[in-house]
């Protein structure tokens, strides 16, 4: 159920860059060849909650995140190095997610099956549904990408905790520069014992490096953040816990 709405969400700005798909590519093979030197004990795979704000505010940046976030799962499947689940909220109140998939071409299936719908967030029920997976079996990492933040920031921020606890980090980015989105998010991701990162709406390389940095951390740990040596993957390394 959502939570209390204080907020309104600003418009997005258009979109106008492409992603760099070889150099995509090019990273995550090497960030899945990392997955096999994983220490004894530890999950063969990696495993990558990725979750979506679907609302209609995100919808010029949408078939772009599509693009982006299939050629990074599509490389990484090849690997063998991550497994992947989808979720999303939109509309009046539905919040779905997907079977775990390590097919790149089920999960591009997916994505774009979805349109964005007007409605307020529902980042609790990610949460919720984050510790309920986590509880069956480990996830290495939680990704949210979303623009807004509309229920009690109390409520979520417990939940967040809750994760941090667990052992299950949030990787949140947020598109465009909402007040009110930003100090929430900068507090869930450092209570999860994550990390945050804002990304132009205008600037598609920007979210692909955050996107490639989190696989490298899902797939291989802080080993394999910090072989990819950018910048981004320094921001995200230097915020974890």
């Not at 106008?16 to 997955?35: C, H, K, N, Y």
């Not at 999303?88 to 779905?96: L, V």
């Not at 299936?109 to 980042?123: A, F, V």
């Amino acid at each position: 159920m959502a939570d209390k709405t204080p907020t309104r969400k600003p418009g997005a700005r258009p979109v106008s860059d492409t992603s760099p798909s070889g150099e995509i590519a090019d990273f995550l093979a090497r960030v899945g060849a990392m997955s096999a030197t994983r220490p004894a004990g530890e999950a063969a795979r990696g495993r990558l909650l990725f979750a979506l704000d679907a609302t209609m505010s995100r919808q010029p940046t949408w078939d772009l995140a599509c693009q982006l976030q299939g050629e990074m799962f599509e490389t990484v499947a090849r690997t063998g190095g991550l497994d992947v689940q989808l979720i999303y909220f939109r509309g009046f109140g539905e919040c779905r997610a997907s079977r775990w998939v390590s097919d790149a071409r089920a999960l591009a299936k997916l994505m774009t099956g979805i349109d964005c719908r007007g409605g307020h967030t529902q980042i609790s029920k990610i949460l919720s549904h984050a510790r309920a997976e986590h509880n069956k079996q480990k996830i290495n990492a939680v990704v949210y990408v979303g623009d807004a933040m509309e229920e009690d920031i109390d409520r979520l921020a417990q939940k967040a905790g809750e994760l941090g606890l667990l052992g299950c980090p949030l990787f949140i980015f947020q598109e465009g520069n909402d007040g009110v989105a930003q100090t929430a998010f900068r507090e869930f991701a450092r209570l999860s014992k994550g990390a945050y990162a804002r990304f132009d709406a205008g600037a598609a390389a920007e979210l692909a490096a955050l996107l490639r940095a989190v696989a490298a951390y899902a797939s291989g740990g802080r080993a394999a953040l910090k072989l990819q040596g950018s910048g981004t993957a320094r921001l995200l390394l230097e915020q974890l816990s």
